[in-house]
């Protein structure tokens, strides 16, 4: 089956960067798109950044300027790139993609990675 494994996070200072990266292994068709959300203790997951397929993407307002995504199709690999972080981007950042898998039967769903915690502290 189809494994999505992040990987990057760990603890950074204020104002550093951090590049977080998600790859998607097993039968995948095609990446219809990923994102990476994230959760903060008592606080719902929320969308971070996303792309489509066609590269376009989406940012939450309070990462705008600050963080990209991108992706790398031959890698099924989708980043984020994270700059003057904040002690307030403290969070698991949760991989998400949308696939398209299987062969003569396909089928599409949703996939989550496990998580990988980012902590901005000083």
């Known amino acids: 089956q189809v494994q999505l494994v992040e990987s990057g996070g760990g603890l950074v200072q204020p104002g550093g960067s951090l590049r977080l990266s998600c790859a998607a292994s097993?039968?995948?068709?095609?990446?219809?798109?990923m994102g990476w959300y994230r959760q903060a203790p008592g606080k719902q997951r929320d969308l971070v950044a996303a792309i489509t397929s066609g590269g376009i993407t989406n940012y939450a307002d309070s990462v705008k300027g600050r963080f990209t995504i991108s992706r790398d199709n031959a890698k099924n690999t989708v980043y984020l790139q994270m700059n003057s972080l904040k002690p307030e981007d403290t969070a698991v950042y949760y991989c998400?993609?949308?696939?398209?898998?299987?062969?003569?039967?396909?089928?599409?769903?949703?996939?989550w990675g496990q998580g990988t915690q980012v902590t901005v502290s000083s």
């Open positions: 998400n993609a949308d696939l398209t898998t299987g062969s003569t039967w396909r089928f599409r769903a949703e996939y």
């Open positions: 097993g039968s995948i068709f095609s990446i219809n798109g």
